[in-house]
């Protein structure tokens, strides 16, 4: 306790962590401002009926930060940006150069990586807003607007989305904490006061076992995703010894810690991208009425919406792009090659190859157990609605994943920030 309050002594105090703090609420603020702003032309009993009966904009409503729910000018969000990191990271597997501009050339490389992602995002941003506003006016949720003010419309919420972004790396760079992440947790916190509210105002006094049963596995969900994200795996490490000046040198012993989830949110983030980025294409040539492509869209549709069907891909995505993104992030070889140089060993293993060998085996093993845990809790609320018939559910996993993990890398970082401090 006294520990505790030390540190928030040092966080009140310290201006530097206290300047972070304020601009990333700032930050919050400013956004949660531009997401009440909506664009003109809206039908607000059609949009809530329309999103009421339609999952692909419930999962797209957690990447524009609850901004797409009410049209606003930032309803993309971050989604653009996301869709061109995806397509980049793809890249540096089919890249050699791509790759060694991300994993080897250091911070001047990561910030010529970042500008690349960001140029993706504009066009990818201009698609998917085109793409939204023709399904939206198609649906009758817009309508009375000219060929002008469609465009405008267009403009506003790309601007919207690049604005929002531009928000994200303000935070990574001036505040705590991952930018992108922060934005997509204040949209899911946003939206709890009017989850709440529609579940008091359905609340069913002979299902009160079942809302009990519900709220012990949320907390037992909690616990679990606590447990996985902190889990860890330490590698014993030995500094060679040197003799120099008649004195010897190392010998100490320490640790690698490697993390059970190593990949973190960020396949649950690119398995929702993939599983909406190819309707958004259909309906955008559905408009043109290119031959096939409408029948084409509600196979699609019809397919994503069984339930089973849906759950199972997006159980395999969240699996493959688990092993996907932490080969692109955790390279063994690197690792080894950093080893022997620093005159460090993995005891009962010979340096070089045989050492990247088993960091290669055993980073592989914990991956397999972050990948099957992950998908598990995309799809458990689905199975959960399956089981009861509760619709309200569909999206809580993946918005309680999104939630803790962003807590928790949060509260690391702040952590940090006030150890260096102390």
């Known amino acids: 306790m006294d520990t505790f309050l030390k540190k928030l002594h040092i966080l009140f105090t310290d201006s530097a962590i206290r300047n972070r703090v304020l601009f990333v609420l700032g930050a919050i603020l400013v956004f949660r401002i531009l997401a009440t702003l909506p664009i003109p032309g809206i039908d607000h009993v059609v949009l809530a009926q329309f999103f009421e009966n339609n999952q692909f904009l419930g999962l797209l409503n957690i990447f524009s930060g609850g901004g797409l729910s009410n049209l606003s000018i930032v309803m993309l969000g971050v989604g653009p940006f996301i869709t061109a990191s995806i397509i980049m990271q793809l890249l540096t597997v089919m890249s050699p150069k791509i790759k060694a501009m991300y994993t080897e050339e250091g911070d001047a490389g990561r910030a010529k ?152 949110v960020i396949p649950i983030i690119f398995a929702i991208s993939v599983l909406l980025f190819p309707q958004m294409l259909l309906n955008i040539l559905a408009t043109f009425n290119v031959a096939g492509v409408a029948s084409a869209a509600q196979w699609v549709v019809a397919f994503l919406s069984n339930q089973y069907a849906y759950g199972i891909i997006y159980f395999l995505l969240v699996f493959a792009f688990t092993y996907f993104y932490t080969a692109v992030t955790f390279d063994p070889a690197s690792v080894s090659k950093n080893l022997q140089r620093g005159g460090s060993f993995i005891p009962g293993v010979r340096p070089g190859e045989q050492t990247e060998n088993y960091l290669g085996a055993l980073i592989t093993r914990l991956t397999l157990v972050g990948a099957l845990f992950l998908g598990a809790i995309a799809v458990l609320p689905l199975v959960m609605q399956q089981a009861t018939g509760i619709q309200t559910l569909a999206l809580g996993g993946t918005a309680l994943l999104i939630a803790v993990t962003v807590v928790i890398d949060l509260v690391r970082r702040l952590d940090s920030q006030i150890s260096m401090r102390q």
Do not use: C, H
């Open 113 to 264: 990586f970042t500008q690349i992602t960001r140029m993706l995002m504009l066009p990818l941003a201009i698609l998917q807003g085109f793409a939204f506003l023709t399904l939206l006016q198609n649906q009758g949720v817009i309508s009375g607007l000219s060929s002008f003010e469609f465009i405008a419309n267009v403009v506003t919420i790309v601007a919207g989305s690049v604005l929002l972004t531009w928000i994200g790396e303000m935070v990574t760079e001036f505040g705590i904490g991952n930018g992108v992440s922060i934005i997509i947790f204040t949209g899911i916190v946003a939206g709890l006061p009017s989850a709440i509210s529609q579940l008091l105002f359905t609340f069913d006094v002979s299902q009160l076992p079942m809302y009990l049963g519900f709220t012990a596995a949320a907390l037992l969900v909690t616990y679990a995703v606590v447990v996985m994200t902190q889990a860890e795996r330490r590698v014993p490490i030995t500094s060679a010894k040197t003799a120099r000046a008649g004195q010897t040198y190392g010998g100490t012993t320490s640790y690698l810690p490697f993390r059970i989830n190593q990949a973190g």
